[in-house]
């Protein structure tokens, strides 16, 4: 088992196997883009199998696979189902945009793979363009009911943001009624490769609650799952529920059990860290299966207690500036 130094278990990694994307989210991408990696300081899909497999022995069980647009990424699907041979994985799971994901949805069945998180920030195809700069909600909106048809278990995520989609939220929970589907409402970070931050978050988890039952009156708490960052609800008859993250209130690091490795292989025991150290530089240094596991214990034995101690100390006190796209989300 890997186990930090708070006793919480870590059993939970998320791999963002690319920067790349084909939208240009405000809240986490600039419109001219980021200073895309190259392709050789990618790290290669070998070396993240070798990475799994490793950690699989150690007691790592669901991986979620993110980005930038992980469909993007040449030869993903063969990736995903080597990864689903895995000995001790359990669970794999993806966050997509939903651009170019309908095509992938047969290969994907077939792995049993029926987990997926598709960002959508707005119903409404202006807004949606807006924020995303990119006029393809169409195109999301078919994926998405593609996937409701064919009874994946979805999940969508809404950056909350103040004037650009709070009118989107209501419509988005009413989403619930008839599909069985849970669309979770995440307060804004500041991971917008822009620099952009804010002191005080004015659309926070208290704020987005309160704004839903103005209009549906008091609405019915669920029991959160094991490690949940959401605090999840229902309205009574609906089919599907909602889920609220406190991304930037960070009320749920006690019981966070994830570790992040982002495209070029920086291990991240916190999102709100810069990167604990190289994993792709250890490999490629020649570093054995032992040294690798030994590495990556002793970033876990060495983890932060939450968030705001994480992003306090930040290597060489670097303030926030990277975009989401680089760590996955
Ligand atoms: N491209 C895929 C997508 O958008 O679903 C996967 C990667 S994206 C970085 C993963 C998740 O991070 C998305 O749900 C996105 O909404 C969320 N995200 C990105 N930037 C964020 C920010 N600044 N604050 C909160 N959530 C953010
Ligand atoms: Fe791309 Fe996802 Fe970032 Fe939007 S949130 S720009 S879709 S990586």
């Not at 290969?107 to 119903?123: H, T, V």
């Not at 991240?268 to 860290?273: A, E, H, I, N, Q």
Request: proline share 3%; hydrophobic share 35%.
């Amino acid at each position: 088992m890997l186990i930090d130094n708070h006793g919480r278990t870590v059993d939970y990694l998320r791999l963002a196997v690319t920067d790349k994307c084909n939208l240009r989210c405000f809240y986490c991408m600039p419109e001219e883009g980021i200073d895309f990696v190259k392709r050789k300081e990618l790290l290669s899909f070998e070396e993240n199998l070798r990475i799994i497999t490793l950690l699989a022995k150690e007691g790592l069980r669901k991986v979620r696979i993110t980005g930038g647009e992980p469909f993007l990424r040449k030869d993903i699907m063969a990736f995903i189902k080597n990864l689903s041979n895995v000995e001790g994985i359990e669970e794999i799971a993806i966050t997509s945009n939903g651009t170019i994901t309908a095509k992938y949805l047969d290969e994907l069945q077939i792995l049993g793979i029926n987990k997926i998180n598709l960002s959508i920030d707005a119903l409404d195809k202006q807004r949606f363009f807006e924020i995303t700069k990119r006029d393809l909600f169409d195109t999301v909106w078919n994926c998405y009911k593609e996937m409701i048809a064919r009874n994946f278990e979805v999940k969508l995520n809404c950056v909350v943001m103040p004037e650009k989609n709070i009118e989107d939220i209501i419509p988005l929970v009413k989403l619930a009624s008839k599909d069985p589907v849970n669309i979770r409402f995440i307060e804004e970070m500041p991971f917008n490769g822009e620099g952009r931050t804010h002191d005080h978050l004015e659309w926070n988890y208290v704020k987005i609650l309160q704004h839903i039952e103005n209009h549906f009156g008091k609405v019915i708490k669920l029991k959160d799952p094991k490690n949940s960052t959401a605090l999840n609800y229902k309205i009574e008859s609906y089919k599907g529920s909602f889920g609220i993250i406190p991304a930037y209130s960070r009320s749920f690091c006690g019981t966070c059990n994830r570790l992040r490795l982002t495209p070029t292989g920086l291990i991240k025991t916190c999102l709100y860290d810069n990167g604990i150290f190289n994993l792709r530089n250890l490999i490629r240094a020649g570093a054995n299966d032992q040294q690798i596991v030994q590495a990556i214990k002793e970033a876990i034995s060495h983890r932060y207690k939450d968030g705001f101690e994480a992003e306090n100390n930040r290597k060489g006190n670097a303030s926030i500036s990277e975009s989401m796209a680089t760590i996955g989300g």
